[in-house]
Structure formats: C-alpha cells, structure tokens
C-alpha cells in the first residue's frame, strides 16, 4: 500500500458556475498531480484519489457523503488492508480574491496548512493561536504539521499559513480516527506551474525525512 494517501475531494467542478460560494477547487487537482510526481521522485509511494461529484450535490468532506462510491475508496485506502497509509494529505484550492483583508489567515498565502484541533497537543494549541489571523511561535515540540508549514516555507521560499479546521473536515476526521495522522493543504489559486512544484518539493521533502520515516 501506499505510503502517502492524497486526497482531492472539491476536485469537480460544476457544469454550471453560477454558484456565489466556491463551487470547486481549481487548482487542487493539479496540486495533487505535482505533489504525488514529488513524492516519487523522493522514493515515497502515494495513492491519490480524485473525487468526480460536484460539492453542491454532495461534499466529499462531508460527514453526508459517508457511504458514497468515492468516500468508500477512501476508507479501503485508509483501512488499506492491513497496511495503513502513514499519512494522510488532503489538498484543497483556495480563490486568492477571498482573503482581501489583512486579517484572513489566507491573505497573501501561497499555501495554508489546515490541521483539526480536537488531534492537536495541548502544547501544539498554546503555539497556534486561531482566531482569523495565525500566529506561529515555534517551540521544540510543537505539532508535525507545524515543522511541515516552517520547513516549507523556508525551503520553498514562499508565505505559508496555519489554521485550525473544523470537525466538519471529515476526511481528516476519519483519517485521524483510523490512527492516520492527517493535514489539510489549501493552495493559493493564483500560483503559477513552478510556484506549485517549488512547495510540492518541499512538502516531499519534508514528508521524506520526517513523517513517512519515523513512522
Ligand atoms: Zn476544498
């Protein structure tokens, strides 16, 4: 099995785009695509699946659409017959025009990093601090996904965020209950090719030497 499950459930767009709220994730499935070719060029499997059902019939990481054809290969891939992926990384896209202000965690990122405070150390909660904007003091134990967003945007040279998600992100949910650990990636829309391939190195290499590693 592999190593490394990477998840697109906005990836579906739909045929209509008269929707108001974010009907799909543009960017996330070729974020996906770059970020599983950088996972085999650093010698770590992935198994990425890409959801086909628009988020306005049913959200994929939705507690709803538990059960349904997409969802049920997640779980035989999170279950992975006895073999458990040892990471779960969910990507997402977010439009740049939706974080106009300063204060949104998303303004002027290139990438932020979403992680479920109900799986998060009591010390990892004193060191991220919600609330709209992000504030990241780094300390020696601060959560993986923490040391995944510095060593990203320090070797990716580019601005990366931090913020809590809600349990409503149910594909983490269910990853971290199957004992995955898990994290949310939500790219900027407005990255170009080689932007996007720069931070998908990185998270590569990251996963690399760290997580997959230690695990
Ligand atoms: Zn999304």
Redesign the pocket.
Same mark, same amino acid.
């Given at each position: 099995m592999a190593t490394v499950l990477l998840t697109v459930? $906005?990836a579906a767009c739909p045929r209509v785009m008269s929707d108001p709220l $974010?009907s799909c994730?543009t960017a996330?499935p070729r974020a996906a695509q770059e970020l599983y070719a950088a996972l085999e060029r650093v010698g770590i499997s992935a198994q990425l699946l890409v959801a086909d059902v628009p988020?306005k019939y049913s959200d994929m990481?939705r507690y709803e659409s538990r059960g349904s054809e997409w969802r049920t290969k997640v779980e035989a891939a999170m279950s992975g017959h006895g073999k458990r992926p040892k990471l779960l990384l969910d990507v $997402?896209?977010f439009p740049a025009r939706s974080a106009e202000s300063p204060d949104d965690v998303f303004y002027g990122k290139a990438m932020v990093v979403m992680i479920l405070e109900k799986f998060t150390t009591e010390l990892g909660k004193k060191i991220i601090i919600g609330g709209g904007k992000e504030v990241i003091q780094y300390s020696r134990n601060f959560p993986w996904q923490a040391e995944m967003v510095k060593y990203v945007e320090k070797t990716a040279r580019m601005p990366i965020g931090m913020t809590y998600g809600s349990l409503a992100n149910d594909l983490m949910v269910r990853a971290e209950q199957s004992g995955i650990p898990s994290a949310l990636l939500?790219f900027s829309e407005d990255l170009n090719r080689q932007n996007m391939k720069q931070i998908c190195d990185a998270l590569a290499k990251f996963v690399s030497e760290s997580v997959a590693g230690e695990r």
């Open positions: 459930p $906005h $974010h994730d996330a988020r990481n $997402h896209s939500e």
